[in-house]
């Protein structure tokens, strides 16, 4: 069996709010490029803290862990800079709550400014 590699994020919540995130983002900003950032939401823990771990095994992607706690996603982004030390500088918190249109238009300026797209939400 064969798998795409292009990297889709697996989140209860994310296919409701997804267009939300990228309306605030700026379609022309998602794309597959070269050098992949990758937006998880709900990254400190559970499939989204696997998926990260996964991500940073690769060595290819940078990836931006969304939290709606910023101490709980603090705690996730150390320990994942610990398990994967050569890596430690692909992972950075993003706090976010899917569910707050608010957060979702502060977090989409922190992206711009700080990265200019988001590759793979």
């Known amino acids: 069996m064969s798998f795409s590699p292009v990297v889709t994020?697996?989140?209860s919540?994310?296919?409701r709010y997804r267009c939300r995130i990228c309306s605030a983002i700026g379609d022309k900003n998602i794309g597959i490029l070269t050098s992949i950032q990758v937006l998880i939401t709900g990254g400190n823990s559970g499939v989204g803290f696997g998926l990260a771990s996964q991500l940073l095994n690769r060595g290819t992607?940078?990836?931006?862990l969304g939290s709606r706690s910023t101490d709980k996603g603090r705690d996730a982004v150390k320990d994942l800079q610990a398990r994967h030390e050569s890596q430690s500088d692909a992972v950075e918190l993003l706090q976010i709550d899917v569910?707050?249109?608010?957060s979702i238009d502060k977090a989409a300026v922190t992206v711009r400014n700080k990265?200019?797209?988001?590759?793979?939400?």
């Open 9 to 11: 994020l697996v989140c």
């Open 13 to 15: 919540d994310i296919e």
């Open 61 to 64: 992607y940078h990836v931006l």
């Open 99 to 102: 569910t707050d249109d608010d």
């Open 115 to 121: 990265h200019g797209k988001v590759d793979v939400v």
